[in-house]
């Protein structure tokens, strides 16, 4: 998404695998729902039924306190915990039920 030439918020999502991979807003776009919505965009690609995941910093890691938050307003719940780079990370999931952001 873009606003004039400044990149307002950006998704790298995997259709094959399912997930997303990369999502990132803008400090100054931050709080308008660019995010939500390309997560909802990306969503939408896949069949009804199917789950998306994202893999995030465990609960407690002061570093993802924020993306974890917005992930599970989503819908999204822990699943299987991973270290990633020697990172203690964990997958996130949710069940596309095919309504705006998983009725939520």
Do not use: H
């Not at 995010?35 to 994202?54: I, N």
């Not at 989503?74 to 952001?101: D, H, K, M, S, W």
């Amino acid at each position: 998404m873009r606003s004039g030439e400044t990149v307002a918020a950006a998704l790298l999502f995997s259709k094959e695998r399912k997930e997303l991979d990369f999502l990132a807003v803008s400090p100054e776009y931050r709080r308008r729902g660019l995010a939500q919505k390309l997560v909802e965009t990306a969503a939408a690609q896949l069949p009804v039924g199917t789950q998306l995941s994202v893999v995030a910093c465990r609960e407690g890691d002061p570093m993802g306190t924020e993306a974890r938050a917005f992930y599970e307003a989503l819908g999204f719940a822990p699943n299987e915990e991973l270290t990633i780079f020697n990172y203690p990370c964990q997958r996130l999931t949710v069940n596309r039920t095919g309504c705006a952001a998983d009725c939520k």
